[in-house]
């Protein structure tokens, strides 16, 4: 079973700047991907970045040159610099973990999880 806990959220003004950061834990033998997505109300998930540890970081079109995803395998973490945050920034922003581990029945495999938001908010 693997766990994923985010924190970093808050509020900041048109222009600040937040850090989040990501941690997995559990039965986690190795790491497939970390990334962040977020979900703005009334609008559907959507990626924003990904770490993958066979092909480094990918960017949502709309953050790039803004935002960097950064982490370390070995401490099962990952974060994201959010720079130059506008209005259209505010969101949940929610940590995802593709791992290889063993689940709650011990069985192995590929997991999925998802933390539980972090909310980040932009003032004009």
């Known amino acids: 079973q693997v766990q994923v806990v985010e924190s970093g959220g808050g509020s900041v003004q048109d222009g600040g700047s937040l850090t989040l950061s990501c941690a997995a834990s559990?039965?986690?033998?190795?790491?497939?991907?970390m990334g962040w997505y977020r979900q703005a109300p009334g609008k559907q998930r959507e990626l924003v970045a990904v770490?993958?540890?066979?092909?480094?970081?990918n960017y949502a079109d709309f953050v790039k040159g803004r935002f960097t995803i950064s982490g370390d395998n070995s401490k099962k973490t990952v974060y994201l610099q959010m720079n130059s945050l506008n209005p259209e920034d505010t969101a949940v922003y929610y940590c995802?973990?593709?791992?290889?581990?063993?689940?709650?029945?011990?069985?192995?495999?590929?997991?999925?999880?998802w933390g539980q938001g972090t909310l980040v908010t932009v003032s004009s």
């Open positions: 995802n973990a593709d791992v290889n581990g063993w689940d709650s029945k011990g069985q192995y495999g590929a997991l999925d999880a």
């Open positions: 559990g039965r986690i033998f190795s790491i497939n991907a």
């Open positions: 770490l993958e540890s066979n092909h480094g970081p």
